[in-house]
């Protein structure tokens, strides 16, 4: 069974970076596609962008470009998503989700979710 | 960018009846990659269906996903009191961004 653990919560301040992980644990690590969506509080689901490991190919979501890089490392199962010049409405529980099947970017497993709060 | 609108925003039904939730796009929906999700919440979306109508591990048959093109739709045949939630379509077939709708509460009436 896939399972994804992702990291802890971040506080940051504004025009400050943070990078959060998702290990991965369950099937082929070549076989996964992963997305990062996050969630605003009481906002709805916004895709940021993915990664397919083994075509070494990642896709974002305009408005987070030149922002955001999503990255994984083979040897520990393990995808990042690096966000930078933070500001208050980054705000949000930050998800990693996967497929395993597809090769799509939707979310057939996700991980717990990790709070990102900025604030001076 | 495809945008999808889902509507209604708020549903309210009791248990044992049926509901019928619909996701429409801005722009067809390459190849029908069209998924569902419900949240609770506190907890992660949980799959329910993609390829529009493919029903995800562990989902039961009362909950079932059609559509093409431009107009999707989830039903839920008989409304069991976990199926309380917010559900969210996204689809993921043509470039990206691979964007949600806004969500559907369906509550208990």
């Known amino acids: 069974q896939v399972q994804l653990v992702q990291s802890g919560s971040e506080l940051k301040k504004p025009g400050s970076s943070v990078k959060v992980s998702c290990k991965a644990s369950g099937g082929a690590f070549s076989s996964y596609s992963f997305s990062w969506v996050r969630q605003a509080p009481g906002q709805g689901l916004e895709w940021m962008g993915g990664i397919i490991p083994v075509l070494s190919t990642s896709d974002y979501a305009q408005k987070f470009q030149g922002r955001v890089t999503i990255t994984t490392d083979e040897s520990t199962r393990t995808a990042y998503l690096e966000l930078s010049s933070l500001r208050s409405e980054d705000t949000a529980l930050y998800y990693c989700?996967?497929?395993?099947?597809?090769?799509?970017?939707?979310?057939?497993?996700w991980g717990q979710g990790t709070l990102v709060t900025v604030s001076s | 960018e495809i945008v999808l609108t889902q509507s209604p925003g708020t549903l309210s039904l009791s248990p044992g009846e049926r509901a019928t939730l619909s996701c429409r796009a801005s722009?067809?929906?390459?190849?029908?990659?069209l998924a569902w999700y419900q949240q609770k919440p506190g907890q992660a979306p949980r799959l329910l269906i993609y390829?529009?109508?493919i029903r995800a591990a562990g989902i039961p048959e009362r909950l079932s996903g059609s559509g093409s093109g431009t107009n999707f739709t989830l039903t839920i045949s008989r409304l069991e009191p976990e199926d309380f939630a917010v559900y969210y379509c996204q689809q993921y077939g043509t470039s990206p961004p691979y964007s949600f709708g806004q969500g559907t509460k369906l509550e208990i009436k």
């Open positions: 989700a996967c497929d395993i099947l597809t090769g799509h970017f939707m979310g057939r497993f």
């Open positions: 722009q067809s929906v390459s190849s029908r990659y």
């Open positions: 390829d529009t109508s």
